[in-house]
């Protein structure tokens, strides 16, 4: 089962409830919103909120692509899919020139639409994980002392302990510390994974 909340949002009781059930009847958490303002208000609430939003094109008093847009003002990247009619399409293709995940065009089939929310649940589940990866790797990056950086951008340059020795103005033995102390800490075991964290930067 896919994992993650999605975060409905329809002006229309009756396919809200609709769409809640089928989304629930899969084993999936929902949050069903009656319209933008009252997402845009939980928001306010949670920042970084885990899931996908499902987003009606046609609402009141806020339309699915301004309620999109406000979604990319706060640098939000869970993916964003939307339910439109035949002639909201040129304003949803616009939407997913602007990063939206899909669209999926009314009448739909339900398991279809299951099956394409449980595919975006998993890339945001995927986003999550890179993004609490790089958090890890700046939380590492920043453990180091000033002298640990200095040994690990020319142990990542692959020059040898005796150069950074001279080019320091300390003992090999020192640099050979540093460099320890600088792999234990970046959770690496070669100057090239040193390089390749840095580039990753």
Do not use: C, W
């Amino acid at each position: 089962m896919a994992e993650g909340t999605i975060h409905l949002v329809d002006d229309d009781p009756g396919v809200r409830d609709a769409l809640a059930f089928l989304m629930r009847s899969r084993g999936l958490h929902v949050r069903a919103f009656d319209g933008g303002p009252a997402l845009l208000e939980m928001l306010d609430r949670e920042e970084n909120p885990k899931g996908v939003f499902l987003l009606d094109v046609r609402m009141e008093p806020m339309s699915g692509t301004r309620l999109h847009d406000e979604l990319l003002a706060r640098r939000l990247r869970n993916p964003v899919l939307f339910l439109t009619g035949h002639g909201d399409i040129p304003m949803v293709v616009e939407a997913l020139k602007k990063g939206a995940f899909d669209f999926l065009e009314k009448p739909y089939s339900d398991n279809a639409l299951a099956d394409r929310i449980e595919q975006a649940l998993a890339v945001d589940a995927a986003m999550q994980a890179e993004g609490a990866h790089v958090a890890e790797r700046s939380a590492r990056l920043a453990s180091l002392t000033e002298r640990e950086r200095e040994v690990m951008t020319r142990v990542a340059a692959g020059k040898l302990n005796k150069v950074i020795a001279d080019e320091l103005n300390v003992s090999v033995r020192t640099v050979e510390v540093h460099r320890a102390r600088v792999f234990a800490k970046l959770g690496v075991r070669s100057a090239a994974e040193v390089a390749t964290l840095l580039a990753g930067r």
